[in-house]
């Protein structure tokens, strides 16, 4: 007998149903007070966040991508520059680096733990840049553009090894920007400070959202800027805000970029669960490594290394044939995902771009065998064995295959 039970990639409605009462609760007092933009709820939300975060700001905007984008254009970064960032991203990270008017170029990721490798950082910039001496900036030799800016992703929720990079950056007068959007609550040891810090406090500023998959989801769209630096973070609240300061009075051209109050108190009532969710995920991930390396399970685990606390928003493994253990997965009734399918410099939007297929190597071969399990709080350990379970089998189904292959040719 087969067992047909669903097992989600992600399940949004459980994790919804227990919260309903208080959720359905802060959509009432909206439409009691009539605030829906702004208001108390929103500078209630930004306060908690930022305390979550161990920072002095939070800016609540409308999606992460405007975060991303904001934070940049309130760092001074724009048209004439270069930000840096990862290829295996979500596309949100380079829109917003073309958006504010720069270029994105990319550096290659570590092949264990896919967020940015730091030497290859410094293998590009050295390669590729002069300093100008009559700005003290770094240019790069081809266009004369100025590099202004690095965006670390924090994928699949585990911090990028930001010591290294904060010290590349700055040698190289580099604005650091995380792309935190994955990583709500990731810790990271900075032998630089001596102390674990939060994911989003390392930066200049960091970008967050609440897309309803993330660790920390709206009911709805959301993100929000953190940053210590109080300047960056009124630059941000007025971008956010059809640049006004004051209403009417618009010191610059703006954007609609603001967090609708209710999705804020949403985001206040979810905020105090997060912890408890993130421990579960870890949880359910020590359960897969577990389960995993106990069989002959045929795929590769993430990579944790002793200074990350990786909040799992996502648990992918490495397989070499994907393709068929998505589909032997699928026909059990188990979803996955795959993030990202195609590396950005590979896009038909980046084109113009001028990469080419090999440009990044460790990307490129991660983009074919990497395979997303499920993960969400509530996934329990029963479904966790069946889904190895169902994993193991499949190892075994190829392995017999490949047997019998050997000895017909
Ligand atoms: C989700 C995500 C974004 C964009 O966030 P939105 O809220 O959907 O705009 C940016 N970067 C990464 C790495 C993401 O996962």
């Not at 390392?202 to 920390?216: C, D, R, V």
């Not at 045929?298 to 070499?320: D, M, Q, T």
């Amino acid at each position: 007998m087969t067992n047909t039970d669903n097992i989600p990639f992600l399940d949004l409605i459980a994790l919804h149903s227990e919260l309903e009462e208080e959720l359905v609760g802060v959509f009432k007092g909206a439409l009691r007070t009539g605030a829906f933009i702004g208001g108390p709820a929103v500078e209630k939300f930004e306060k908690d966040f930022a305390a979550f975060c161990d920072t002095k700001h939070c800016i609540g905007v409308s999606s992460g991508t405007d975060a991303l984008r904001f934070a940049l254009m309130a760092a001074g970064i724009g048209e004439g520059d270069i930000v840096i960032t990862v290829p295996n991203s979500f596309i949100a990270t380079t829109e917003a680096i073309s958006q504010s008017g720069a270029r994105p170029v990319f550096v290659d990721v570590d092949a264990a733990t896919y967020n940015m490798d730091a030497r290859r950082l410094l293998a590009h910039l050295e390669g590729n840049y002069y300093r100008d001496d009559n700005s003290g900036c770094w240019r790069d030799r081809k266009l004369g553009l100025r590099v202004a800016g690095v965006i670390p992703v924090h994928l699949y929720g585990q911090p990028a090894d930001m010591d290294a990079i904060q010290q590349i950056a700055d040698r190289f007068h580099l604005t650091v920007i995380e792309d935190a959007c994955q990583a709500h609550g990731a810790e990271y040891y900075s032998n630089r400070d001596g102390r674990w810090k939060k994911a989003g406090s390392m930066g200049k500023a960091a970008a967050f959202s609440f897309y309803p998959g993330k660790n920390l989801g709206a009911c709805g769209e959301g993100g929000a800027v953190t940053t210590n630096d109080a300047e960056l973070a009124q630059k941000i609240r007025m971008l956010r805000d059809h640049g006004q300061a004051k209403k009417y009075f618009h010191d610059v051209e703006g954007y609609n970029g603001r967090l609708d109050a209710i999705q804020a108190g949403i985001l206040k009532v979810k905020l105090d669960h997060l912890t408890a969710w993130n421990q579960q995920r870890r949880e359910s991930a020590r359960e897969y490594r577990e389960l995993l390396s106990s069989v002959d399970s045929g795929v590769g685990l993430p990579y944790e290394p002793s200074w990350a606390k990786a909040v799992y928003h996502l648990f992918v493994v490495r397989v070499a044939n994907r393709a068929g253990l998505q589909r032997h997965l699928g026909e059990e009734h188990i979803g996955t995902g795959i993030h990202y399918p195609v590396p950005l410099h590979l896009q038909k939007a980046y084109a113009g771009l001028g990469y080419e297929p090999g440009d990044f190597p460790v990307a490129e071969q991660a983009a074919e065998e990497i395979l997303s399990l499920p993960m969400y709080p509530g996934l329990k350990a029963e479904q966790q064995r069946r889904i190895v379970k169902c994993i193991h089998e499949f190892a075994r189904l190829t392995h017999s295959e490949a047997r019998v292959m050997a000895v017909s040719t």
